[in-house]
């Protein structure tokens, strides 16, 4: 009988790779499975929810103080830059085994995802980045390992880049429709968000870190290009007040920059990669309620469908439904 196998598979999805596990790996206890979970479940609840925050930290009207994306991205890297000093200064800003290119596309998940993200939240609903970022973020990934490393992927997977495509076009078709400028302005800087996501995950396979030595690496250099874009354009930063801005460094930052990433670690460690990455499919479905829930973002029918066939998309790229399939 073959080894079991443990799916290489990063924090964020996408394409795997088999490796063997020791014969008795399969057999966790119920205080690890338990722990798992609940790792998981707090990083994708964190997920979810800096999609509804950023939403509405870059919307002004019912506050009247907008940031702007690089405020976004400088609240959501300069905490855990600091936090994960000890990391990235033990690793290095630029890992010796590492070259230049390589860390630059690593990179693609720091200042790049930020800006293109809170750009697109300045005019489209956090359900429809639920669909659009964390669902087409895999497909970005197939299509740059079919492109560089020429992987291929089994009908299961194939199936799931179709939902994704199918949430795609719940979203564009109805849009164009209708003539939505801000659905069609603010879309394709979410895909490209979804873009450099998938960057830093071919990268991150590849690179040799653990997830909180990239996490760590890649804060600390979105930092310090963010605070120099920030000194020749300003930002909102200084209208905001002290209880918000605590506020917005606890959530952007703390929370998302470095809990979720720490959390995360463990559901991999305790659960497997494939199985704590398919719970990532929870992301849309969680942004989109907690849109209507703390925003009063109404669900329309286009968007219900995008949601639900992103998720479903994601669930099969990531083989939540390996199992099943193998059973028939």
């Not at 005019?123 to 639920?130: K, N, P, Q, R």
């Not at 492109?147 to 992927?153: A, G, I, S, Y």
């Not at 703390?294 to 669900?299: A, K, N, P, Q, V």
């Not at 286009?302 to 059973?327: C, E, L, R």
């Given at each position: 009988?073959?080894?079991?196998l443990?799916?290489?598979?990063?924090?964020?999805?996408?394409?795997?790779?088999g490796?063997?596990?020791?014969?008795?790996?399969?057999?966790?206890?119920?205080?690890?499975?338990?722990?798992?979970y609940?790792?998981?479940?707090?990083?994708v609840?964190?997920?979810?929810?800096?999609?509804?925050?950023?939403?509405?930290?870059?919307?002004?009207?019912?506050?009247?103080?907008?940031?702007?994306?690089?405020?976004?991205?400088?609240?959501?890297?300069?905490?855990?830059?600091?936090?994960?000093?000890?990391?990235?200064?033990?690793?290095?800003?630029?890992?010796?085994?590492?070259?230049?290119?390589?860390?630059?596309?690593?990179?693609?998940?720091?200042?790049?995802?930020?800006?293109?993200?809170?750009?697109g939240?300045?005019?489209?609903?956090?359900?429809?980045?639920?669909?659009?970022?964390?669902?087409t973020?895999?497909?970005?990934?197939?299509?740059?390992?079919?492109?560089?490393?020429?992987?291929?992927?089994?009908?299961?997977?194939?199936?799931?880049?179709?939902?994704?495509?199918?949430a795609?076009?719940?979203?564009?078709?109805?849009?164009?429709?209708?003539?939505?400028?801000?659905?069609?302005?603010?879309?394709?800087?979410?895909?490209?968000?979804?873009?450099?996501?998938?960057?830093?995950?071919?990268?991150?396979?590849?690179?040799?870190?653990?997830?909180?030595?990239?996490?760590?690496?890649?804060?600390?250099?979105?930092?310090?290009?963010?605070?120099?874009?920030?000194l020749?354009?300003?930002?909102a930063?200084?209208?905001?007040?002290?209880?918000?801005?605590?506020?917005?460094?606890?959530?952007?930052?703390?929370l998302?920059?470095?809990?979720?990433?720490?959390?995360?670690?463990?559901?991999?460690?305790?659960?497997?990669?494939?199985?704590?990455?398919?719970?990532?499919?929870?992301?849309?479905?969680?942004?989109?309620?907690?849109?209507?829930?703390?925003?009063?973002?109404?669900?329309?029918?286009?968007?219900?469908?995008?949601?639900?066939?992103?998720?479903?998309?994601?669930?099969?790229?990531?083989?939540?439904?390996?199992?099943?399939?193998?059973?028939?």
């Amino acid at each position: 009988m073959p080894p079991l196998l443990e799916l290489d598979l990063d924090m964020t999805t996408g394409v795997k790779e088999g490796k063997p596990l020791e014969p008795n790996a399969g057999r966790a206890d119920t205080t690890t499975l338990t722990l798992g979970y609940g790792a998981a479940a707090i990083a994708v609840t964190i997920w979810a929810a800096w999609i509804v925050f950023t939403r509405y930290s870059v919307d002004a009207a019912e506050k009247g103080v907008a940031l702007t994306p690089i405020d976004i991205g400088l609240l959501r890297f300069a905490a855990p830059a600091l936090l994960l000093a000890p990391v990235w200064l033990k690793v290095g800003l630029k890992p010796r085994h590492m070259s230049w290119p390589h860390l630059f596309a690593l990179l693609g998940w720091g200042a790049p995802f930020a800006l293109f993200a809170a750009a697109g939240l300045q005019t489209v609903d956090s359900g429809m980045m639920g669909a659009l970022t964390p669902g087409t973020m895999p497909i970005f990934v197939a299509l740059i390992g079919w492109l560089t490393f020429r992987e291929t992927f089994g009908r299961v997977r194939q199936f799931g880049f179709l939902l994704i495509g199918l949430a795609v076009l719940a979203v564009v078709i109805p849009a164009v429709a209708r003539g939505d400028e801000a659905v069609l302005r603010g879309a394709p800087y979410l895909l490209g968000a979804a873009f450099c996501w998938a960057v830093f995950t071919v990268a991150f396979r590849r690179s040799g870190l653990g997830p909180v030595e990239a996490a760590g690496i890649v804060a600390a250099w979105s930092t310090l290009f963010l605070g120099a874009a920030y000194l020749f354009v300003g930002g909102a930063l200084p209208e905001l007040s002290t209880q918000s801005l605590a506020g917005q460094i606890f959530s952007q930052g703390v929370l998302s920059g470095a809990i979720s990433v720490v959390t995360f670690a463990v559901a991999i460690d305790k659960l497997g990669p494939a199985r704590a990455a398919s719970l990532s499919a929870l992301v849309p479905v969680l942004a989109a309620l907690m849109g209507v829930v703390f925003l009063g973002e109404t669900l329309t029918a286009a968007t219900t469908v995008a949601i639900v066939a992103a998720s479903f998309g994601v669930a099969f790229v990531n083989g939540a439904f390996d199992g099943f399939f193998a059973k028939r």
